[in-house]
């Protein structure tokens, strides 16, 4: 089974630090996305990457970056948390090109509190 | 403009019960992709289904069923005699290759709650 694991569950920072949220995964899978989830809204596309240190912006990019140094590991990384940025985090990964090519694997989310 | 709607935000059954979870999305591609992902309260989103725009078979797996209409622009899911653990939230999702490669557009989701 694939497994995408976040490095964290939960976590409360305060507004203006500089947050890593962490995703990996063992299935050796080109693509990497980092999607928010919000009630009412459903998933929004934050950033994705289809190889190792491309990067591609969703719809909603702002306020966040993103890096991938190895195949392996996605990290979404918010410059500069502000309230508007509490929210459920999710890490997929999918096999191949394009998203309609593969289901994806997602991790457990990261519910991520800023104060 | 929204490109999947889920009109039901909640629906709430006894077990056993059938339940249906409407989807319609709205594309201008003539080649799409649908799914349907569950999310139970654990948090990880799980892959249920893909149908490709050109196949209108309607398909069957153990207690779900898939009805995808081209004609109403509609992927309505049900779940037959349904569990407790069926409890979760239900998300619809399209994939434009061509007009929006990469990005699944998902639905505002469907919380299922089945009580025993």
């Known amino acids: 089974d694939v497994k995408v694991t976040q490095s964290s569950r939960y976590l409360v920072k305060r507004t203006g630090e500089k947050v890593f949220l962490e995703c990996v995964q063992d299935?050796?899978?080109?693509?990497m996305f980092w999607y928010r989830q919000d009630p009412g809204l459903g998933l929004r596309l934050i950033y994705f990457?289809?190889?190792?240190?491309?990067?591609e912006k969703g719809d909603i990019p702002e306020g966040y970056s993103v890096s991938r140094e190895k195949k392996e590991r996605f990290s979404l990384i918010l410059e500069s948390a502000s309230t508007n940025q509490t929210s459920m985090y999710l890490c997929?990964?999918?096999?191949?090109?394009?998203?309609?090519?593969?289901?994806?694997?997602f991790g457990n989310g990261t519910r991520l509190t800023v104060t | 403009a929204q490109k999947v709607t889920q009109a039901q935000t909640e629906i709430s059954v006894v077990e056993k019960e059938d339940v249906t979870l409407d989807c319609v999305y709205e594309?201008?591609?003539?080649?799409?992709?649908l799914f349907w992902y569950k999310q139970p309260p654990s948090g990880e989103l799980v892959f249920l289904i893909r149908?490709?725009?050109?196949?209108?078979q309607n398909e069957i797996s153990g207690r779900y069923s898939w009805n995808f209409q081209k004609s109403t622009s509609s992927f309505n899911f049900t779940i037959t005699a349904s569990q407790v653990v069926d409890s979760a939230v239900y998300f619809c999702?399209?994939?434009?290759?061509?007009?929006?490669?990469?990005?699944?557009?998902f639905g505002a989701g469907t919380t299922v709650t089945v009580r025993a």
């Open positions: 299935m050796d899978h080109e693509n």
């Open positions: 990457s289809y190889d190792v240190k491309m990067k």
């Open positions: 594309t201008r591609d003539t080649t799409y992709y």
């Open positions: 999702a399209l994939s434009e290759p061509y007009s929006n490669d990469y990005k699944l557009s």
């Open positions: 149908r490709n725009s050109f196949d209108e």
């Open positions: 997929a990964s999918s096999l191949g090109q394009g998203a309609h090519n593969s289901p994806l694997h």
